[in-house]
C-alpha cells in the first residue's frame, strides 16, 4: 500500500529562518500529493497540494514540488513565523481509492 | 458550510464501558474516513466509508471496535468495552471522491481510566 516516510521532528527554529521538511513516498501509479497542516487542538486541514509531476503547490509562503524521479514532495518556506508552528503531514492519495495516507508528521516549532 | 462536525470533543470514561462517537460530514461529500492518531503510532486509517458503505475496515483494532454509517449526514464508531490503550484523539474526515482533499472535524479526545 501507499506509505510515506517524513523526517522525524521536532524541528526547532527561530523567526524568519529558512524552513525545509523533507517527505519521500511509495505509492502504486501517480498519487495525488499533499501537505496537511494540524495546529494544536485542531484537525488537519489541507495546507497544499500537487496532482501530477512537476507540479508546484503554493499558499501562505509554502511550497512543495512534486517529483516523480525521486518520489519526494519537499515542504519548503523562505522565512517561517511563530504562528507556523504546527505538525506537518505529506499524505499521498493513490488515484483510485483517494484515501490519504498519513505517518508521524514534522512538529515544527518556531520561536521569537 | 459548517465543516465536519463530530461530538462529543472530550470523552473521559472507565474501562470496560461502552463508548460511542459521532461524525456529522459534509454535505455533499461521498467518502468518509475515520482516523485515530496516537504520538507513538500518529494518524492511522481506521475505516474508509463511500456512499455510505464500508469499503476497508483492516485498520480497525480489533472487533471491540465498530463503524457504522446509516445515511449520508451521520457516522458512529463505536468501541465496547473501552480499554486504557484506546485512549487517543478519534479523528472523523470527509471527501468528495472527484476531489481527492479530505476534511477533518475537530476530532474526539478520548481517555480511558
Known amino acids: 500500500g501507499d506509505s510515506v516516510t517524513q523526517m522525524e521532528g521536532p524541528v526547532t527554529l527561530s523567526e524568519e529562518a529558512f524552513l525545509t521538511i523533507n517527505c519521500t513516498y511509495t505509492?502504486?501509479?501517480?498519487?495525488?500529493l499533499f501537505w496537511y497542516v494540524q495546529y494544536p487542538g485542531e484537525g488537519l486541514q489541507l495546507l497544499l497540494k500537487?496532482?501530477?509531476?512537476?507540479d508546484k503547490g503554493s499558499n501562505k509562503g509554502f511550497e512543495a514540488t512534486y517529483r516523480k524521479e525521486t518520489t519526494s514532495f519537499h515542504l519548503e518556506k523562505g522565512s517561517v513565523q511563530v504562528s507556523d508552528s504546527a505538525v506537518y503531514f505529506c499524505?499521498?492519495?493513490?488515484?483510485?481509492?483517494?484515501?490519504?495516507?498519513f505517518g508521524r508528521g514534522t512538529s515544527l516549532i518556531v520561536h521569537p | 458550510d459548517a465543516g465536519v462536525i463530530q461530538s462529543p470533543r472530550h470523552e473521559v470514561t472507565e474501562m470496560g464501558q461502552e463508548v460511542t462517537l459521532r461524525c456529522k460530514p459534509i454535505?455533499?461529500?461521498?467518502?468518509l474516513f475515520w482516523y485515530r492518531q496516537t504520538m507513538m503510532r500518529g494518524l492511522e486509517l481506521l475505516i474508509y466509508?463511500?456512499?455510505?458503505?464500508?469499503?476497508?475496515d483492516s485498520g480497525m483494532p480489533e472487533d471491540r471496535f465498530s463503524a457504522k454509517m446509516p445515511n449520508a449526514s451521520f457516522s458512529t464508531l463505536k468501541i465496547q468495552p473501552s480499554e486504557p490503550r484506546d485512549s487517543a484523539v478519534y479523528f472523523c474526515?470527509?471527501?468528495?471522491?472527484?476531489?481527492?482533499?479530505?476534511?477533518f472535524g475537530q476530532g474526539t479526545r478520548l481517555t480511558v481510566v
Open positions: 474526515a470527509s471527501s468528495l471522491k472527484e476531489n481527492t482533499e479530505a476534511f
Open positions: 500537487a496532482t501530477k509531476a512537476d
Open positions: 505509492a502504486t501509479g501517480y498519487p495525488s
Open positions: 454535505s455533499g461529500h461521498n467518502s
Open positions: 499524505a499521498p492519495a493513490a488515484g483510485g481509492s483517494y484515501i490519504p495516507t
Open positions: 466509508f463511500n456512499n455510505n458503505v464500508p469499503i476497508d
